[in-house]
């Protein structure tokens, strides 16, 4: 279950971080270029990942018997709503006809997805102390 929260995470940073060179183009439009042609993918594998997200995360501190259950839960909690504020932005963009540089970096500029990213940061780090605990490492 940790293995798929970090892959989901790792799948959003990546959109971000694909958004973030994408904006840097100038582009008119996601047509007729490489970059246009893969921005779409990129958030159509975030929207993938943030899908259940939260719920996927309420589930690992249940199966890991994480402690204090309570604090996972309100965090996951923000979690929630930022991932679907984040969702409610990317499918937005997705719906547009053409999605130019300045439409993404609009995007990427948006506080919800800043908040959602700051919260994955959050969840990587102390998931990954969590498994590397349960490791012995």
């Given at each position: 279950?940790?293995?798929?929260i970090?892959?989901?995470c790792?799948a959003?940073?990546?959109?971000?971080?694909?958004?973030l060179a994408?904006?840097?183009?100038?582009?008119p439009?996601?047509?007729?270029?490489?970059?246009?042609?893969?921005?779409?993918?990129?958030?159509?594998?975030?929207v993938?990942a943030?899908?259940?997200?939260?719920?996927?995360?309420?589930?690992?501190?249940?199966e890991?018997?994480?402690?204090?259950?309570?604090?996972?839960l309100?965090?996951?909690?923000?979690l929630d709503?930022?991932?679907?504020?984040?969702?409610?932005?990317?499918?937005?963009?997705?719906?547009?006809?053409?999605?130019?540089?300045?439409?993404?970096?609009?995007?990427?500029?948006?506080?919800?997805?800043?908040?959602?990213?700051t919260?994955?940061?959050?969840?990587?780090?102390?998931?990954?102390?969590?498994?590397?605990?349960?490791?012995?490492?």
């Open positions: 279950m940790l293995a798929e970090w892959n989901r790792e959003v940073e990546e959109c971000y971080e694909f958004m994408y904006a840097a183009q100038g582009l439009s996601d047509q007729g270029s490489e970059s246009g042609g893969q921005v779409r993918a990129f958030l159509h594998r975030a993938k943030l899908t259940g997200l939260s719920e996927t995360c309420v589930m690992a501190v249940k890991e018997g994480l402690e204090p259950t309570e604090k996972y309100a965090f996951f909690a923000v709503r930022d991932a679907r504020d984040s969702l409610a932005a990317i499918e937005l963009v997705l719906a547009q006809p053409a999605i130019s540089s300045q439409l993404i970096d609009n995007l990427n500029a948006s506080i919800h997805l800043r908040a959602l990213l919260d994955l940061f959050l969840v990587s780090e102390i998931l990954g102390k969590t498994s590397d605990h349960a490791r012995g490492s």
